[in-house]
């Protein structure tokens, strides 16, 4: 199952592209690049790449608010976002960028260079977005240009959704992508250690199928769709030092949802929740 794309803010994009499996270790220690410090979990939880519900984590807001937190933005929405990074940083949060590995999507500039890797019809799920069908030389190669990028812009962490799409049997059947489970996982592993090489640590998404030694973990959770995802992978992400993140969408109690996920996984387990009633995300574990 996949859970989730980028901010659906898609007339705002402006960026594009410029520009494995990595060493095991815990979230932050296991990096090169440690000047954020390194974390102890949970930590707080800023959002401004994925938009469900609501508006995301806004820029404004991060500045204001984030500190000593795992924050995740699109840098490739704009050169606001790119120019904040920086600043993000200087409060002590470990930034980590947006990239859809399993997709292609017809917003990002670099479009034409990935769109031959790609399958001919779009996902019904998320306009303008187009599921990897085979993970050619060209398609790696424009994927790590854009790490090379978010390197330069001074992103930490690169977090890879859509990174479970050859796991699908279901959207396999309906869309026809050639690749398989096992070189869908070679492909994103191959991406990581590309990130590693230049000092950024890797988020896995919806899934740590093959991505067992990633720094961490980030799983969309749905008042209709609790704990969908494998409880032991996030559990083992955990136990190792790893950084868990649950988003949790639409809650009427986000301190209820969180209550009920720390029984389930313990203290360590880091959480962002979008609250119904004030239409925005809630923060916890503030430093």
Request: net charge negative; aromatic share 10%.
């Amino acid at each position: 199952m996949l859970a989730g794309c980028a901010d659906d803010a898609r007339d705002d994009a402006a960026g594009g592209a410029e520009g494995g499996s990595g060493a095991a270790g815990g979230f932050g220690g296991a990096l090169p690049d440690t000047d954020a410090g390194v974390f102890p979990t949970p930590t707080c939880v800023w959002n401004q790449a994925y938009q469900e519900n609501y508006a995301a984590d806004d820029l404004a807001g991060i500045l204001a608010g984030a500190r000593e937190c795992y924050v995740l933005v699109d840098p490739f929405l704009g050169a606001d976002v790119q120019a904040a990074i920086p600043r993000m940083r200087e409060a002590g949060n470990r930034i980590g960028c947006y990239m859809s590995a399993g997709t292609c999507e017809d917003w990002r500039t670099d479009f034409a260079t990935l769109r031959p890797a790609c399958v001919e019809r779009a996902w019904a799920d998320w306009e303008g977005e187009y599921f990897v069908d085979r993970a050619t030389p060209d398609l790696v190669a424009g994927m790590n240009a854009r790490i090379d990028q978010m390197a330069a812009w001074g992103c930490q962490m690169v977090e890879f959704d859509n990174m479970d799409w050859t796991q699908d049997d279901d959207l396999r059947a309906e869309y026809g992508f050639e690749v398989s489970p096992e070189d869908g996982i070679a492909y994103v592993r191959a991406l990581c250690a590309h990130a590693r090489s230049l000092g950024l640590g890797c988020m896995a998404k919806s899934t740590a199928e093959g991505a067992a030694d990633f720094d961490g973990l980030t799983v969309e959770s749905y008042a209709d769709d609790l704990d969908w995802w494998s409880h032991d992978e996030l559990q083992g992400i955990l136990d190792a030092g790893g950084l868990g993140v649950i988003v949790h969408y639409d809650a009427t109690d986000c301190d209820a949802v969180l209550a009920d996920y720390r029984a389930a996984y313990g203290p360590r387990l880091s959480f962002i929740c979008e609250d119904r009633a004030t239409k925005a995300y809630r923060h916890f574990d503030a430093r």
